[in-house]
């Protein structure tokens, strides 16, 4: 798997830019296949940051109903990246 797969997207939330700003944590959706050694590797490589701390979770899908149909979102995981205090991500 590589870096452009781990990381799909970066999660801006209210709580992430909190985060972000406060504690120097970073929000992504990631790979639900991906452990937290791959996800420092992958958020190290792309923006060029020295990462202390992953913390992970796993989210199940909502259930969804459309008309008389039901269904569900996709399962996801998510990953909070704690950056060195020297290095922050200007995508946030």
Do not use: S
């Not at 452009?4 to 992504?28: D, S, W």
């Not at 039901?70 to 290095?87: C, Q, S």
């Amino acid at each position: 798997m590589d870096d452009y797969n781990i990381i799909i997207k970066p999660l801006v939330t209210e709580q992430g830019m909190h985060f972000a700003n406060t504690r120097n944590a970073y929000c992504f959706e990631v790979n639900r296949g991906a452990n937290k050694i791959q996800i420092r590797n992958a958020v190290e490589r792309l923006y060029n940051v020295k990462v202390l701390n992953v913390r992970t979770a796993n989210y199940l899908g909502k259930p969804r109903r459309r008309g008389r149909h039901f269904g569900r979102t996709p399962n996801w995981k998510k990953a909070i990246v704690v950056l060195h205090e020297e290095y922050h991500i200007d995508l946030f």
